[in-house]
Protein backbone atom coordinates (compact mmCIF):
# COMPACT_ATOMS: atom_id res chain seq x y z
CA UNK A 1 0.00 0.00 0.00
CA UNK A 2 1.47 3.75 -0.81
CA UNK A 3 2.79 5.19 2.36
CA UNK A 4 0.49 8.18 3.18
CA UNK A 5 3.22 10.56 4.02
CA UNK A 6 2.82 14.62 2.72
CA UNK A 7 4.88 14.46 0.03
CA UNK A 8 5.82 11.00 -0.50
CA UNK A 9 2.35 9.07 -1.20
CA UNK A 10 -1.03 10.10 -2.96
CA UNK A 11 -1.82 12.68 -0.10
CA UNK A 12 -1.64 15.74 -1.53
CA UNK A 13 -2.78 18.36 -4.23
CA UNK A 14 -3.48 17.63 -7.67
CA UNK A 15 -4.08 19.02 -11.12
CA UNK A 16 -6.53 17.67 -13.62
CA UNK A 17 -5.46 16.75 -17.09
CA UNK A 18 -9.15 17.07 -18.53
CA UNK A 19 -9.73 20.46 -16.46
CA UNK A 20 -6.90 23.13 -16.01
CA UNK A 21 -8.97 25.02 -13.58
CA UNK A 22 -9.68 22.20 -11.53
CA UNK A 23 -7.84 21.31 -8.64
CA UNK A 24 -7.86 17.97 -6.22
CA UNK A 25 -7.18 17.87 -2.67
CA UNK A 26 -6.87 14.32 -0.88
CA UNK A 27 -6.58 14.15 2.92
CA UNK A 28 -6.18 11.60 5.29
CA UNK A 29 -8.97 11.01 7.57
CA UNK A 30 -7.91 7.93 9.46
CA UNK A 31 -5.96 4.88 8.04
CA UNK A 32 -6.57 4.19 4.28
CA UNK A 33 -9.97 6.41 4.19
CA UNK A 34 -9.77 9.84 2.63
CA UNK A 35 -11.20 12.97 1.76
CA UNK A 36 -11.35 14.45 -1.98
CA UNK A 37 -12.08 18.03 -2.51
CA UNK A 38 -12.52 19.54 -6.37
CA UNK A 39 -11.78 23.08 -5.88
CA UNK A 40 -12.30 25.61 -8.89
CA UNK A 41 -9.10 27.36 -9.33
CA UNK A 42 -10.08 30.20 -11.14
CA UNK A 43 -13.38 31.10 -8.64
CA UNK A 44 -11.56 32.20 -5.86
CA UNK A 45 -10.59 28.58 -5.41
CA UNK A 46 -14.45 27.61 -4.38
CA UNK A 47 -15.03 24.17 -3.28
CA UNK A 48 -16.86 22.25 -6.00
CA UNK A 49 -17.79 19.19 -4.33
CA UNK A 50 -16.41 16.81 -1.48
CA UNK A 51 -16.45 13.01 -1.38
CA UNK A 52 -14.45 10.20 0.02
CA UNK A 53 -11.53 7.64 -1.35
CA UNK A 54 -9.71 4.81 0.20
CA UNK A 55 -6.23 4.53 -0.53
CA UNK A 56 -4.29 1.30 -1.05
CA UNK A 57 -2.59 -0.87 -3.62
CA UNK A 58 -5.29 1.32 -5.76
CA UNK A 59 -7.08 4.08 -4.84
CA UNK A 60 -10.90 4.00 -4.92
CA UNK A 61 -12.84 7.02 -5.31
CA UNK A 62 -16.42 7.70 -4.46
CA UNK A 63 -17.49 10.16 -7.03
CA UNK A 64 -21.04 11.54 -6.70
CA UNK A 65 -21.93 11.38 -10.22
CA UNK A 66 -19.92 8.40 -11.44
CA UNK A 67 -19.87 5.96 -8.38
CA UNK A 68 -16.71 4.03 -7.01
CA UNK A 69 -14.00 4.49 -9.82
CA UNK A 70 -10.30 3.04 -9.77
CA UNK A 71 -7.08 5.02 -9.89
CA UNK A 72 -3.59 3.82 -9.54
CA UNK A 73 -0.84 5.84 -8.31
CA UNK A 74 2.63 6.06 -9.57
CA UNK A 75 4.66 7.55 -6.93
CA UNK A 76 7.77 7.86 -9.46
CA UNK A 77 5.46 10.19 -11.96
CA UNK A 78 3.28 11.63 -8.98
CA UNK A 79 0.47 10.63 -11.23
CA UNK A 80 -2.99 9.00 -10.34
CA UNK A 81 -3.97 7.57 -13.75
CA UNK A 82 -7.72 6.47 -14.04
CA UNK A 83 -9.15 3.85 -16.39
CA UNK A 84 -10.13 6.44 -18.97
CA UNK A 85 -7.02 7.62 -19.64
CA UNK A 86 -7.88 10.79 -17.30
CA UNK A 87 -4.31 11.71 -15.28
CA UNK A 88 -4.17 13.69 -12.13
CA UNK A 89 -0.61 14.89 -11.66
CA UNK A 90 1.00 15.61 -8.35
CA UNK A 91 1.78 19.63 -7.68
Known amino acids: APNPTPGKGPIGVYKDS??????IIIRQVKGSDCVVEFRDSGRNNEVLSTFTAKAGTNFTFDFP???????????????LTFDDGTVWTKY
Do not use: M, P, Q, Y
Open 18 to 23: TNSKRV
Open 65 to 79: DRGEVTAVFNLFRRT
